[in-house]
């Protein structure tokens, strides 16, 4: 299987690509949707359930800018799936092209402990973790607007301002009384 690299083609001149990936895929359909509708650049919105990608598509597809994992936090396959598909990203992708967005934090069945792991996996790649509501009509729309904003930095549409440093402003921390999660 051969890795997703973020520079493997060049920047289209004020348009960005960005990949959703999520194993239920019910918020990413309705969060590609409002995404499609920006107007003020050209946004091609690509879905997965995983990674790796197909390997036949390779020579088709575009310049992927920004990685989104979407993670139900409700179910414990959704969080595996997302950890199982970081292998097949290139290292490139962790200097600020890669984001984590939790759906279903505010629910009361979700377990501390799997919270705590996400928060622990965006924290070790030095990710951005977002946290989303996938229940309320707004919840896509105003979610949208976040990774827009972060997006328009990763494909180089904002001046004077790189992926890097936005991730640096915008990456996930964990409290040091958390103990040191194993991801491997």
């Known amino acids: 299987m051969s890795l997703l690299k973020p520079f493997s083609r060049r920047p289209a001149l004020n348009t960005a690509t960005i990949l959703l990936v999520e194993r239920e895929e019910e918020f990413q359909q ?6 499609v509708e920006e107007t003020a650049v050209t946004l091609n919105v690509r879905l997965a359930k995983s990674l790796p990608l197909p390997f036949e598509n390779q020579h ?3 310049r992927i800018d920004l990685v989104v994992f979407i993670v139900n936090l409700t179910s414990e396959l959704s ?11 290139d290292p490139g992708y962790f200097l600020g092209k ?11 069945a979700v377990p501390q402990e799997r919270l705590d ?8 790649l030095r990710c951005t973790l977002l946290f989303a509501e996938d229940q309320t009509a707004d919840g896509a ?5 976040r990774l827009l904003t972060i997006l328009k930095v990763a ?20 409290p040091s009384n958390t103990n040191e999660v194993d991801f491997d």
């Open 30 to 35: 309705r969060l590609a949707e409002v995404l």
């Open 60 to 62: 088709s597809r575009p």
């Open 79 to 89: 969080l595996q799936s997302a950890r199982a598909s970081l292998k097949y990203l």
């Open 98 to 108: 890669v984001c984590f967005m939790a759906t279903n934090a505010r629910n009361a």
């Open 117 to 124: 792991t996400l928060r622990g996996l965006a924290a070790s």
């Open 141 to 145: 729309t105003n979610a949208s607007e």
């Open 155 to 174: 494909a180089g549409l904002v001046p004077m301002t790189t992926a890097l440093y936005l991730s640096n402003l915008t990456m996930c921390t964990v």
